[in-house]
C-alpha cells in the first residue's frame, strides 16, 4: 500500500473510537497534526504549552534514567515553555502586513518523539500543563505508538512550498476565523505532496483546491476524502497557476537540512 497521512480530525475520529487506521502500517501523520494533536502549541498564539527536547540531542541524554528525565524536564519548564525553544527548529513565514508572521517550532522534534515511540517522555514533559491534560496527551502518543503511526515532519522546502500554495488558497477562498488553522491545513497538504504521501481528509474545501492547484486526485468516502499526488515531487515542478506568483512580503527563513529537507 502506498503512504497515508491523516488529517487531525480522521486521527481525533479515530483516537475517539480506538479503531485503528484501514491503511495497515503505511500510516503517518505531519509534525503539523501531531502538534494539533498532542497538544504541543497553544492553537490562539502558537506558543509552546509544554517543553519538548530537541531532535538533536547530545549522546548523554540516551543513557539518562526516568527519574533523570524528570529532573530534567522540570529544569526546563521552570524557564517557561515559551523561553525553552531556544534549541529546537525553527522556520518562519513572513506575510507582510496580510497576516501575523509564524514562526513554525518543533516540527523535527516532535517527529523524533513519535518515530521513536516517547509516549513516557512526551507524557512526563506535558505535566506541566495540568495532570489530566498529561493524561489525555499520553493516551494519544500511545495510541500512535500501538497503531504504528509514524510522522513526517514539516521541512525549509515543504514551508516554502506552502507560502505559494496558501497564497492561492487565499485569493480564492475565505480562511477560517484564526487565519493559523487555515495555515495548518496547508501546510499539512504540502507536507503531504512533499513525502509524496496521498493525505486523508475530512476537509471537501481542500481536497477541492488541491484538485485546481496541485492537479491532484480524489477519492471520497462518506465523510472521507483521500487526496493523492501520484508520481514524487521532483525539484522545479510548477504547481497549476503558480506560473508568475511573486510575492516579495512573503518570504521564509529556517535552516536547511541534508536530509530531504
Same mark, same amino acid.
Given at each position: 500500500?502506498?503512504?497515508?497521512?491523516?488529517?487531525?480530525?480522521? /486521527?481525533?475520529? /479515530?483516537?475517539?473510537?480506538?479503531?485503528?487506521?484501514?491503511?495497515?502500517?503505511?500510516?503517518?501523520?505531519?509534525?503539523?497534526?501531531?502538534?494539533?494533536?498532542?497538544?504541543?502549541?497553544?492553537?490562539?498564539?502558537?506558543?509552546?504549552?509544554?517543553?519538548?527536547?530537541?531532535?538533536?540531542?547530545?549522546?548523554?541524554?540516551?543513557?539518562?534514567?526516568?527519574?533523570?528525565?524528570?529532573?530534567?524536564?522540570?529544569?526546563?519548564?521552570?524557564?517557561?515553555?515559551?523561553?525553552?525553544?531556544?534549541?529546537?527548529?525553527?522556520?518562519?513565514?513572513?506575510?507582510?502586513?496580510?497576516?501575523?508572521?509564524?514562526?513554525?517550532?518543533?516540527?523535527?522534534?516532535?517527529?523524533?518523539?513519535?518515530?521513536?515511540?516517547?509516549?513516557?517522555?512526551?507524557?512526563?514533559?506535558?505535566?506541566?500543563?495540568?495532570?489530566?491534560? $498529561?493524561?489525555?496527551?499520553?493516551s494519544r502518543m500511545e495510541y500512535l505508538e500501538e497503531?504504528?503511526?509514524?510522522?513526517?515532519?514539516?521541512?525549509?522546502?515543504?514551508?516554502?512550498? $506552502?507560502?505559494?500554495?496558501?497564497?492561492?488558497?487565499?485569493?480564492?477562498?475565505?480562511?477560517?476565523?484564526?487565519?493559523?488553522?487555515?495555515?495548518?491545513?496547508? /501546510?499539512? /497538504?504540502?507536507?503531504?505532496?512533499?513525502? $509524496?504521501? $496521498?493525505?486523508?481528509?475530512?476537509?471537501?474545501?481542500?481536497?477541492?483546491?488541491?484538485?485546481?492547484?496541485?492537479?491532484?486526485?480524489?477519492?471520497?468516502?462518506?465523510?472521507?476524502?483521500?487526496?493523492?499526488?501520484?508520481?514524487?515531487?521532483?525539484?522545479?515542478?510548477?504547481?497549476?497557476?503558480?506560473?508568475?506568483?511573486?510575492?516579495?512580503?512573503?518570504?521564509?527563513?529556517?535552516?536547511?537540512?541534508?536530509?530531504?529537507?
Amino acid at each position: 500500500m502506498a503512504d497515508l497521512a491523516l488529517d487531525t480530525q480522521e /486521527l481525533v475520529a /479515530l483516537h475517539k473510537t480506538g479503531n485503528p487506521p484501514a491503511n495497515g502500517n503505511n500510516n503517518f501523520i505531519t509534525s503539523t497534526t501531531a502538534q494539533e494533536f498532542l497538544g504541543v502549541r497553544n492553537a490562539g498564539t502558537g506558543r509552546l504549552r509544554y517543553w519538548i527536547p530537541s531532535e538533536l540531542r547530545p549522546k548523554s541524554m540516551s543513557s539518562l534514567t526516568g527519574k533523570e528525565w524528570r529532573i530534567f524536564i522540570q529544569q526546563h519548564a521552570n524557564w517557561r515553555p515559551w523561553n525553552a525553544s531556544r534549541r529546537l527548529d525553527k522556520i518562519g513565514l513572513y506575510f507582510g502586513q496580510d497576516y501575523p508572521a509564524v514562526e513554525e517550532i518543533g516540527h523535527r522534534a516532535i517527529a523524533k518523539m513519535v518515530n521513536d515511540g516517547e509516549s513516557w517522555l512526551l507524557g512526563a514533559c506535558a505535566e506541566i500543563a495540568g495532570t489530566r491534560f $498529561s493524561r489525555i496527551t499520553r493516551s494519544r502518543m500511545e495510541y500512535l505508538e500501538e497503531n504504528e503511526i509514524l510522522c513526517r515532519p514539516l521541512t525549509y522546502h515543504s514551508a516554502e512550498a $506552502s507560502l505559494s500554495i496558501f497564497h492561492a488558497f487565499t485569493n480564492k477562498y475565505a480562511i477560517k476565523s484564526n487565519y493559523r488553522n487555515s495555515l495548518n491545513d496547508i /501546510l499539512i /497538504l504540502s507536507v503531504a505532496r512533499h513525502w $509524496s504521501m $496521498s493525505l486523508l481528509t475530512r476537509d471537501q474545501l481542500l481536497a477541492k483546491f488541491s484538485v485546481e492547484y496541485l492537479g491532484t486526485s480524489v477519492n471520497s468516502i462518506q465523510e472521507s476524502t483521500t487526496i493523492g499526488f501520484g508520481k514524487p515531487i521532483s525539484p522545479g515542478v510548477k504547481m497549476r497557476e503558480s506560473k508568475g506568483y511573486v510575492n516579495r512580503h512573503w518570504n521564509i527563513t529556517g535552516r536547511r537540512v541534508n536530509y530531504h529537507s
